[in-house]
């Protein structure tokens, strides 16, 4: 039964992990990168969403 525990204990803690890691990438850098790629001049003439997507982390 401990083993159980102690197994659904890590599951917790790795799926509170997982969450806060894709919230902060959602809400923080990911945010600040596209609000970058979108304001960059030679992007602007780009109507791919990927390629704005992809040069906002190849610039940092």
């Not at 969450?19 to 001049?41: C, H, K, M, Q």
């Amino acid at each position: 039964m401990k083993a159980v525990h102690r197994e659904a204990s890590n599951f917790i803690i790795s799926e509170y992990w997982r969450i806060g890691v894709l919230e902060y990438w959602s809400t923080g850098v990911l945010a600040d990168g596209l609000i970058f790629s979108l304001n960059t001049p030679v992007l602007q003439h780009s109507n791919s969403s990927t390629l704005k997507l992809f040069n906002s982390f190849t610039q940092f």
